[in-house]
Nanobody, 122 residues
Framework: VQLQASGGGLVQTGGSLRLSCAAS????????MGWFRQAPGKEREFVAG????????YYADSAKGRFTISRDNAKDTVYLEMNGLKPEDTAVYYC????????????????WGQGTQVTVSS
């Protein structure tokens, strides 16, 4: 699976962004997808995950109530809608694909996108 993340940018506190991750290669509809992020000087952390069907989602506490993960299997794309952005959300955001439902475990993801920068100004 090849993953291409896009949609990052510069936004003010309280603003919104929608990240997209387009997949190609392996049958997209049968893989679990996740979003992770890595801020400068910090380790990469889990943000959100979604089952292959889209019926199950899982969020980090920092994302609950503000972020929404979704997918369109017809378009081989997963999305991360981010609202109420805060400066602490500034990071490079990565999408990843795997086969396990342990959404927050990085080592269960086999494929990673190149990342897209999100910067939230105060």
């Amino acid at each position: 699976v090849q993953l291409q993340a896009s949609g990052g940018g510069l936004v003010q506190t309280g603003g919104s962004l929608r990240l997209s991750c387009a997949a190609s290669g392996r049958r997209f509809s049968r893989v679990v997808m996740g979003w992770f992020r890595q801020a400068p000087g910090k380790e990469r952390e889990f943000v959100a995950g979604i089952s292959w069907s889209g019926l199950s989602t899982y969020y980090a506490d920092s994302a609950k109530g503000r972020f929404t993960i979704s997918r369109d299997n017809a378009k081989d794309t997963v999305y991360l809608e981010m609202n109420g952005l805060k400066p602490e959300d500034t990071a490079v955001y990565y999408c990843a694909a795997g086969t396990s439902i342990n959404y927050d475990q990085q080592n269960q993801y086999n494929y990673w996108g190149q990342g897209t920068q999100v910067t939230v100004s105060s």
